[in-house]
Every structure is written in C-alpha cells, then in structure tokens.
C-alpha cells in the first residue's frame, strides 16, 4: 500500500510539472511580470483600503469619546488641546511646550530690541538704586498686547487667559527681557508683601514666561525653595539650586504667587540664572486679582 501511494504522489508531481511548463511557453515573460506586478498591487491597494477603515473607524470611537457640552455665552464650543506639565505643586508651577510659535517669539523680539533700557526694580522701603545695584541686570521694555501690530502678544494674551482662567484685563503689560552673557536676576518674590511696600491697590497671583529664545547654557528660571527644600540653609539669594527650567523658544511657564486663601506662597521664590552662553529672551507677563493696579 506504501509503494502505490509513493507511485501516486510521483505521478500527480511529474504531471504539475508539466502544466507548468506548457503554461510558461503559452505566457512568456513579459505576461509573466505583468501578472506578478497586478497581484502587487492589487495586494498594495487592497492594505491602504484596509488601513483607510481602520482609521476612520478609529477616529470614529475617538469623536465619540469626546463630550462637547453646551456651553454659557462667555464660553467655548470646543475642549482646549493646550498641553501642559505639572513641574511642582510647591510652588503651583505649570510647563506649557510650545505655547508660541517660532515666528510670534521672533515678532516680539523685534519690537522689544528698538526700546531696551536697563531693568529696574519695586524698591521696598529703605531700599535705593544704588542699595539693589546687582541685583538684576538685564535690559527689558514694557509692551502692551494692544501695542504690537504683529497681533502675536494679542493672540497670547487670549491663550494665557484661556489656561490660567484669568482674565485678560487682569493682567500687566509684557516686560520683555535681555539677558546677556553673565546677567542675572537674583531670587525674589512677584507679589508685594503689605508689610514691605505698603498698600497696594492689587496683588499679583501669578506669572507667566514666555521664554523668546533657546539658550546655549545657563539662564534657567529657579525656584531655590522648591518643596519647601533650602528654607533653612541660610540661602544668600543669589546662588542657582532647587528646581531650574531651561528655556526654550516658545515655551511657557506659569507659577502661582499666592496661595488660594490670597497670602504669600513662601516657595514661590524665583529667580533667573546667569546666562552662561548665548542670549536670554523673556516675556513676562504678571497677573493681578484685580484690574486695577
């Protein structure tokens, strides 16, 4: 039984054999490639149709997924895609990447550079320009989101009221900021302590940066107190430790001055490295709890 079903199978292979052969003499091999180049792509269109489906489909369950509420008349119809970073909660410190693009940095840059002037400080009392003398030393302006005919601070403008739900008119004008190679500012506070500068018509509840340009190395913003770590090392104010974000074009970064209950965050103390390499540039933007100031 064994040898006449080898003898079977050698048959039926000599007789594939042959039909093979007389069908490459009927189609030669231009027919040949021909045909073997329609299977292709056949099988080419037939996965882009595959993936086409697959994507709609998944594009489907993501639209789904997604509830757009009815909104009030000061509201939005869709869901903000701003994507942010939680770098610290002690100080409330958010990281947004690319906030701004490269050519709204370079429009604000431009309209700073004709109108800078050394940088200077809210004295407190008994403090003098000559007593703070060091203490920052960049070179800065002061510009107002309805001054640049570009339109890129406005557009910004609207994009930092969106994320911080502070309203616009709230908020200061852009100091736009220098640093050059060796400049600095050392560690201090946004908001004014009643104790130290008297009373005030408004505080300031947050601030926000928005970094203009890359550094090369150096000019980080600093946040020596970071988790309440340093508060009791004697901390000369000038030193570059805690938490450092490095800057780079387009992106920004938000920090809370105040707590909720509207006192002094105590780790909201900042500062600005020195630049090591390159050129810093910042706009500054403070935010008030009241649109008087």
Not at 96 to 116: D, E, G, M, R, Y
Not at 174 to 188: D, F, M, T, W
């Amino acid at each position: 039984m064994k040898e006449n079903s080898r003898g079977g199978n050698g048959m039926e292979k000599m007789r594939l054999l042959w039909n093979l052969r007389r069908t490459t003499r009927q189609f030669g091999l231009p027919e040949l490639v021909f045909c073997c180049t329609l299977f292709f792509l056949g099988g080419v269109i037939g996965s882009f149709l595959l993936l086409s489906t697959s994507q709609h489909v998944e594009d489907e369950l993501v639209k789904d997924s997604v509830r757009f509420l009815p909104h009030g008349r000061s509201g939005e119809a869709l869901p903000s895609s701003v994507e942010y970073q939680i770098l610290s909660w002690k100080p409330r410190a958010v990281y947004f990447p690319n906030f701004a693009t490269s050519k709204q940095c370079q429009q604000i840059i431009k309209k700073a550079k004709v109108n800078l002037h050394p940088s200077g400080l809210a004295l407190r009392k008994g403090e003098s320009v000559a007593s703070t003398k060091g203490v920052r030393t960049s070179s800065g302006t002061f510009i107002n989101a309805l001054e640049d005919p570009s339109g890129a601070l406005k557009a910004i403008d609207d994009k930092i009221a969106r994320v911080t739900m502070i309203p616009s008119e709230n908020g200061e004008a852009y100091n736009v900021l220098r640093y050059e190679i060796g400049q600095k500012y050392a560690s201090h506070f946004d908001s004014f302590n009643p104790n130290e500068y008297g009373v005030l018509k408004s505080q300031r509840v947050a601030s926000f940066l928005l970094y203009l340009s890359d550094v090369e190395e150096g000019g980080e913003t600093m946040f020596p107190y970071e988790n309440e770590s340093n508060m009791n090392v004697g901390y000369d104010y000038e030193q570059c430790i805690g938490l450092k974000v490095k800057p780079r074009q387009g992106d920004g970064l938000l920090f809370y001055s105040l707590f909720v209950n509207g006192t002094i965050d105590p780790t909201s103390l900042h500062g600005s490295c020195p630049v090591i390499k390159g050129e810093k540039w910042v706009a500054t933007k403070w935010l008030r709890n009241k649109n008087n100031f």
